[in-house]
């Protein structure tokens, strides 16, 4: 029997490819529902820049160990952004063990009594594979080399759109290749294609595609 006072709890999935726009979605998302939000791609990036500083972006054990110890609070967003970083990340990515050591603590943040919304690549495949809300956030990879290209101008980093749209491709192939837990769109998420809109028709687009499935 349905209580009244039974509230379901709001969870929403956000995936996705490389500067898709999902981080922006999510982000706007958790503020409009007031639910807190973790961006996945940064454990995955704070790991991997870990590596880097070590030296050890080759060495799976290291990277494995890097993640069993990794503290969320105390993540920077802002240091964790460059191209370098994001590039590393998708390495370290594809080691099963690296998958391991994140998979509880990002379930357990998405089972918040309340809700949460999780943005990555797994989330609505793995991670919380019974949200009521995934979203599958895409757009072509030339659009998202150029979004990518701006951001990392805007953040001073010096590069081509060239050198981003092969980077954005290498990444794809890496993120959708890889054997455990691979960028894919969960059968019952729905698709939003941003390359022809711009931030507020995309949010608009997302909120009424998560309204819809939390009212189903
Ligand atoms: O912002 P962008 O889309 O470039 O990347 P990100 O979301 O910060 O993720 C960086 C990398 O982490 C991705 O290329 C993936 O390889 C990996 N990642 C993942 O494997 N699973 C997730 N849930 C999130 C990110």
């Not at 920077?76 to 994001?86: C, D, K, M, V, Y």
């Not at 979203?135 to 701006?150: D, G, K, N």
């Not at 101008?153 to 990444?171: N, Q």
Request: charged share 25%; glycine share 8%.
């Amino acid at each position: 029997m349905n209580s009244p006072l039974l509230i379901h709890p709001k969870r929403i999935a956000i995936d996705g490819p490389a500067a898709s726009g999902k981080g922006t979605l999510a982000r706007r998302l958790a503020l409009h529902f007031s639910l807190p939000h973790l961006d996945t791609g940064l454990l995955y990036r704070a790991v991997g820049a870990q590596c880097l500083e070590r030296g050890a972006l080759e060495d799976e054990a290291a990277s494995v160990e890097i993640a069993r110890a990794l503290d969320i609070s105390h993540l920077n967003p802002e240091a964790l952004r460059s191209a370098g970083i994001g590039e590393a990340a998708s390495v370290v990515a594809a080691r099963p063990g690296v998958r391991t050591a994140l998979l509880e603590l990002q379930r357990h943040f998405a089972a918040q009594p309340g809700g949460a919304v999780l943005d990555g690549r797994d989330i609505g495949t793995v991670i919380c594979p019974d949200a009521p809300a995934k979203l599958f956030v895409t757009a072509t990879p030339e659009v998202r080399a150029q979004r990518r290209f701006s951001e990392l101008e805007g953040r001073g980093e010096i590069t081509s759109l060239e050198t981003v749209l092969a980077d954005i491709r290498k990444r794809d192939a890496r993120d959708s290749g890889r054997s455990d837990a691979p960028l894919a769109m969960a059968e019952d998420a729905a698709l939003l294609d941003t390359s022809n809109l711009g931030i507020e028709a995309a949010f608009a687009a997302a909120l009424s595609l998560v309204e819809q499935a939390l009212r189903a």
